[in-house]
């Protein structure tokens, strides 16, 4: 059964900071790549950034780079997303899921908006 829930989201003024949790069903996940996306009102949801099992391998997208990144803790199936330098335009609701193609079941997500 896959189970993700996703936490660490809030309010936050642009330029701050926010570290993002994904806690997942090891059972699901062992052995898999993990990503993060995002879906922003009234947009599709997109994707974030991935990390391969071992998190020797990430990737991120282009209007994030350099300012999240991923990484993971297997032993406590739990992934992370360290998020400085936020702009509003980061403003969403934050998921993870398998990558590269998503498990059907999706969390619940993490609310994070960034505004003065």
């Known amino acids: 059964q896959v189970q993700l829930v996703e936490s660490g989201g809030g309010l936050v003024q642009p330029g701050g900071s926010l570290r993002l949790s994904c806690t997942f069903s090891?059972?699901?996940?062992?052995?898999?790549?993990v990503a993060w996306y995002r879906q922003a009102p009234g947009k599709e949801r997109e994707f974030v950034a991935h990390?391969?099992?071992?998190?020797?391998?990430?990737s991120c997208a282009d209007s994030v780079k350099g300012r999240f990144a991923i990484s993971r803790d297997n032993a406590r199936s739990t992934v992370y997303l360290q998020m400085i330098n936020l702009k509003p335009e980061d403003t969403a609701v934050y998921y993870c899921?398998?990558?590269?193609?998503?498990?059907?079941?999706w969390g619940q997500g993490t609310q994070v908006t960034v505004s003065s």
């Open positions: 899921n398998r990558h590269p193609i998503p498990w059907a079941t």
């Open positions: 090891r059972s699901a996940f062992g052995g898999s790549a």
């Open positions: 990390i391969n099992w071992s998190g020797e391998i990430t």
